[in-house]
């Protein structure tokens, strides 16, 4: 049955009873009063009302902050944070799961203003706030966004007016690296302005947010049209909107252009927020939307050119979200390394060809297209997870540096320095 912790009313704890007669073994001489009270209090008084709770066969249900929950036993039992249960010094859990009965029951549990108690059959007891089990909760977890960001097209960023990072307050001030990375995590884009345009200074320049990626690439590369690398990519054809590594099982995460010189016409770069577009195919074709994150797909890349010898694949699809609250981490899309479809029959197959389609239309219009030239001073900084890159034709000799950063360590850093990422 529910418990309610009424405030003002009783200056007595509040506990679950699972009966009647038990109940009024517990509140002598309240009896008439709580019920009354109770009725009158889920009627008339709602605002009064700070938690409700419930115990089940197997689990708790409380309700608390506008938030009703449902906890399991074994994992309110895992999740203690006493000290003989959790290290606070490292931030790790001391106690062993696997030694927690699967079957195991709270003997009582109380509820005051702030906090959840619970008593074990072994005398253990564990204190949650109230607080923190709607941040840790599933429902809570279900209602939160893990990556706040700004969805844009061309017209939204340019209103914006983003700024640019001076190269020294990048490397020189916190206050500087942090207005830097909180544009970056809100547009997955961000540029550094007055860098030395050389390979040397770009790499102390990446190093101030992360560790360098090492890929098959090197770590970092210079890149120009001279094919010495089997990708087209190191041609002057133009380029269509992609995100880089997508044959990789974890397609890198930040990728970094530095263009050193350019002796020629065009060359300028394509940038699309991925996750803009697939918020468009979410809102107008949910089932398309969905079937693009279920489907798992192999992406190949083989390369045969001078000394280098590799072949690469990796699978995943297209959209990738978390689970619990639909939201979009990861676009993996790339039509020049997407490998043969064979990993769903023919009907599902056309079905994907179909909000494929439905995406690439929303990728490819003009409207979200958003042009930049890359000159030499000027870094640009793209999460390779959310926005994709191309570039159009050129003329003349061309030549960029650039490398991949560990996404890990660029939220890392992010977090250090206050930001939610």
Not at 394 to 407: N, S, V
Request: one cysteine or more; glycine letters at 6%; proline letters at 4%.
């Amino acid at each position: 049955m529910w418990c309610w912790r009424l405030t003002g009313l009783f200056n007595v704890p509040c506990r679950l009873s699972r009966s009647t007669s038990h109940r009024s073994a517990w509140l002598p001489g309240y009896r008439k009063i709580f019920s009354a009270a109770a009725a009158r209090w889920h009627h008339t008084a709602p605002e009064s009302l700070n938690c409700v709770w419930q115990l089940h066969g197997d689990h708790l249900e409380l309700r608390y902050a506008n938030t009703l929950m449902r906890f399991d036993f074994v994992w309110l039992r895992d999740h203690c944070r006493s000290a003989s249960c959790y290290n606070t010094k490292t931030n790790q859990r001391s106690l062993d799961t696997a030694s927690v009965d699967l079957g195991i029951k709270p003997k009582a549990v109380r509820v005051d203003e702030t906090t959840l108690f619970l008593t074990w059959p072994d005398g253990h007891v564990t204190r949650y706030g109230l607080e923190w089990l709607v941040k840790n909760s599933y429902e809570g977890q279900k209602q939160q966004v893990m990556h706040p960001r700004i969805l844009w097209n061309a017209e939204i960023y340019k209103q914006s007016q983003i700024p640019s990072i001076d190269c020294r307050s990048f490397l020189e001030t916190d206050e500087g690296l942090k207005e830097f990375l909180q544009n970056f995590l809100l547009y997955g884009i961000a540029f550094v302005e007055n860098v030395t345009p050389t390979k040397e200074d770009t790499e102390i320049l990446a190093e101030r947010i992360s560790l360098i990626r090492e890929t098959i690439y090197g770590r970092m590369w210079y890149f120009t049209s001279d094919f010495s690398r089997g990708d087209t990519a190191y041609t002057k054809l133009a380029l269509d909107r992609h995100t880089d590594t997508t044959y990789f099982q974890e397609p890198c995460g930040i990728q970094v252009f530095h263009c050193l010189k350019h002796e020629g016409t065009g060359g300028r770069t394509l940038l699309v927020d991925g996750f803009y577009a697939a918020d468009q195919v979410l809102q107008q074709a949910p089932d398309q939307f969905e079937l693009l994150s279920k489907v798992p797909l192999k992406h190949e890349y083989v390369e045969n050119v001078g000394g280098c010898h590799n072949h690469m694949i990796g699978v995943g699809p297209v959209l990738n979200v978390y689970p619990w609250n639909n939201e979009l981490y990861l676009i993996r899309y790339n039509n020049y390394d997407r490998a043969v479809i064979n990993t769903v029959p023919y009907d599902v197959a056309h079905r994907w060809y179909t909000a494929h389609r439905t995406l690439t239309t929303e990728l490819r219009r003009p409207e979200n297209e958003l042009w930049v030239k890359l000159k030499p001073g000027k870094a640009l900084f793209i999460d390779n997870w959310r926005v994709l890159h191309g570039r159009e034709a050129f003329t003349g000799y061309r030549q960029l540096c650039g490398c991949y950063l560990t996404r890990d360590d660029v939220l890392n850093t992010a977090r250090l320095l206050g930001l939610q990422a």
